[in-house]
């Protein structure tokens, strides 16, 4: 197989596959890039649904509690939104809607990733301020929202404008 160099994969990549291949590909790579998240949210979840019944939980401050509930509601709603593509394909299944149902997810995955950044940056503000206070956990908590949204979200979108492409579009 021969190596193919970043520069010469500039500009629009020209598949041979019809609507519906394109449809079943972009769905195909989305639930696949869902297994990779769900994983992680899940574990958080569980975690942050047994930290109340821990001895400690009751020491926490009213704004660490603030936070930790903030931080279980967006690890709730990144589960939801993670796993709606496939509630709503299997309601729609064999219905003809299949893109809908692709615009839907790759909506709806978006949403799930951004609630997942938030709920990890909530965790890692709680847990630096209950150890080492607000001192620290404020500038930990800012560089991590950096990092979340320069890797997820700015890097992706500049890419996007540079090949030209939309990062929303229904048929990429």
């Excluded at 930290?51 to 509930?69: A, D, K």
Aim: charged share 15%; with cysteine.
């Amino acid at each position: 197989m021969a190596m193919v160099q970043l520069d010469e994969l500039e500009g629009p990549l020209v598949r041979d596959e019809t609507p519906a291949e394109r449809l079943d590909r972009n769905f195909n790579e989305l639930l696949g890039e869902l297994r990779i998240a769900l994983p992680g949210v899940q574990v958080l979840f569980a975690f942050l649904l047994v930290v109340p019944f821990s001895q400690g939980f009751s020491t926490l401050s009213g704004f660490e509690r603030g936070v930790y509930l903030a931080v279980l509601l967006c690890t709730a709603l990144a589960s939801a939104f993670l796993i709606a593509p496939t509630a709503y394909h299997r309601v729609l299944f064999r219905r003809g809607r299949k893109p809908e149902v692709v615009f839907f997810a790759n909506r709806a995955a978006i949403v799930g990733l951004s609630f997942l950044a938030v709920a990890m940056c909530g965790a890692i503000l709680l847990v630096t301020h209950v150890l080492f206070g607000p001192a620290a956990s404020i500038p930990i908590t800012v560089a991590s929202v950096a990092v979340f949204a320069t890797l997820w979200y700015l890097l992706p979108a500049a890419r996007g404008r540079g090949a030209g492409t939309d990062l929303t579009s229904r048929d990429r």
